[in-house]
């Protein structure tokens, strides 16, 4: 179907699970991880401010839509901060994200 997309997830044993996710309901990556049943905070609701769903991004990075400053700033905050850390409330489900990959950050 043209309005789903395959995410990738990889757990916290190694192993990567797939996701058909939906492009067509305006939902970010942090909703639908949560909606999927993942372990995200996400205590501001989605406005940037928190960073507890925070997600690195394995494969597609270049895929993703720029990081605002926004984003870069509630970043920076964090300690184990990555290069391809990236907030998921802030990664809208698009057709373009088919393939993406990413395991929660964090969790080893």
């Known amino acids: 179907m043209e309005n789903n997309i395959t995410i990738y997830m990889q757990e916290p044993d190694g192993s990567v699970t797939s996701h058909e ?4 309901m305006g939902l970010s990556l942090m909703e639908f991880l949560k909606a ?7 205590t501001c609701g989605g ?3 928190c960073a507890t769903c925070c997600v690195d991004v394995l494969e597609g ?4 839509n ?3 400053d926004d984003e870069y700033a509630m970043l920076d905050t964090l300690p184990d901060l990555l290069p391809n850390s990236r907030l998921a409330c802030q990664l809208q489900l ?3 994200m088919e393939g993406l990959k990413v395991k929660l950050h ?3």
């Open 21 to 24: 996710a939906p492009t067509d």
């Open 66 to 68: 720029e990081m605002t």
């Open 106 to 108: 964090g969790v080893s």
């Open 36 to 42: 999927s049943e993942y372990d995200i905070l996400a």
């Open 94 to 96: 698009n057709n373009n």
């Open 61 to 64: 990075e270049e895929k993703l």
């Open 47 to 49: 406005m940037a401010l």
